[in-house]
DNA sequence: GCGCTACTTAGACAAACATCTAATCAGGAG
DNA sequence: CTCCTGATTAGATGTTTGTCTAAGTAGCGC
């Protein structure tokens, strides 16, 4: 087992649930679903953690243990940690020691939430410009 | 004319072109497409231009003038108009003046780049979990 | 136990950021 | 031209963030 737990969020909020909200058109969206959302996008908003997460998507298995991370960095292992626990406390990766190792993997259903936000817009407004 | 213009940013670089890399899954994003991609995700990292992006996308004729967004918000004009910047130098809003008053509406095209980047990797993800 | 490796936590610090007030620019109406 | 409204720019300030070094925790092998 490893990639097939619940999908518990370590951090407080669980953001992994099915779409809370409209995809960003055809209704604004309201100040507390921003509020909500803005931390997921905040997470993947550095070259670093985008990378991470790339790196983890891309290792075989789906998974990455800290070893395979820190080498594709010109950065310390406590900064990557930082790095791979905001992506952990946004929920979009989670993470299992096995022996030595740490193993992160990403967790697909708040990536997805993140896309149907603002996927829909851009197809939306595309055929509308 | 509106939002049939050329997609020139205002910024720096180009970021409306067609996709440059792969979509987070498949190969590992290079440094430099992560350190180009990071700034628009941090563009929309932050509730108040979340939010200012939907409701300039739900707005009627998909363009809002300024004085729409900022009676929804408690924030003073000036930081209203810094967040319409952030969002403009991101390359995912466009403005003009007309008259008196400045509309902005979305470039549809960098909000498909970044979608495209993190939706087919959640996809992907999600089949394999 | 002891030491070794893998990783995380704690604390410090400079850079970036969100917000405000005050001042400035652009257009329209009298 | 003068005033008023809409919007942006400039500058100041408190907070957040990315990075480091130093110290701590966890498992493995001797």
Redesign the interface.
């Known amino acids: 087992m490893s ?2 737990e619940l999908p518990i969020i370590d951090a407080g909020v669980d953001v992994s649930g099915p779409a809370c909200c409209a995809p ?6 309201s ?1 507390s679903e ?2 909500e ?3 997921l ?11 991470l ?3 983890i ?2 290792h075989e298995g ?1 998974e990455a243990c800290v070893c395979d991370l820190t080498g ?1 960095f010109d950065l310390t292992p406590p900064t990557i940690s930082h790095h791979l626990k905001v992506l952990r406390q946004a929920g979009l990766i989670d993470s299992e020691r096995r022996g030595t190792w740490v193993y992160y993997w ?1 967790n ?2 708040v ?2 939430r ?2 149907a936000l ?2 829909p ?6 055929g ?2």
Do not use: H, N, W
């Not at 960003?24 to 969206?29: G, Q, S």
């Open positions: 990639k097939q960003l058109v055809c209704e604004p969206l100040d921003a509020v959302l803005a931390p996008f905040k997470a993947i908003a550095d070259p670093v953690r985008l990378r997460l790339s790196l998507a891309c789906g594709a990403i697909p259903g990536l997805a993140m896309s603002i996927g817009a851009s197809a939306a407004l595309a509308t410009a």
